[in-house]
Nanobody, 121 residues
Framework: QVQLVESGGGLVQPGGSLRLSCAASGTISSINTMDWFRQGPGKERELVAV???????NYADSVKGRFTISRDNAKNTVYLQMNSLKPEDTAVYYC???????????????WGQGTQVTVSS
């Protein structure tokens, strides 16, 4: 069993910062990609940022220069540092990982439960 637990969401004023964390626990052999998605009110879920095991990262155009994704492989944890937050960043943020529970098993998709981020004055 693998579980992804997120933390760090909350209410912040425009221009403020938040740091989201997502830790994976359970039987894990290797993690390929770690990423963050978000779903705003009345919107479809969208990819925000992704980081691969090779160390590369990519971002949605809407967050480039403001958000930074990072990972701690020893802790099976991914972070999302969000700066200069805007009201349009308000959404439920979900972490997602593609990982292998055992090396001989195919990779699988795992999701966190979501954490609310609200940007409002």
């Amino acid at each position: 069993q693998v579980q992804l637990v997120e933390s760090g969401g909350g209410l912040v004023q425009p221009g403020g910062s938040l740091r989201l964390s997502c830790a994976a626990s359970g039987t894990i052999s290797s993690i390929n990609t770690m990423d963050w998605f978000r779903q705003g009110p009345g919107k479809e879920r969208e990819l925000v940022a992704v980081t691969t095991s090779g160390g590369s990262s990519n971002y949605a155009d809407s967050v480039k220069g403001r958000f930074t994704i990072s990972r701690d492989n020893a802790k099976n944890t991914v972070y999302l540092q969000m700066n200069s937050l805007k009201p349009e960043d308000t959404a439920v943020y979900y972490c997602h990982m593609i990982l292998r529970r055992r090396e001989w098993m195919p990779p699988g998709d795992y999701w966190g439960q979501g954490t609310q981020v609200t940007v409002s004055s």
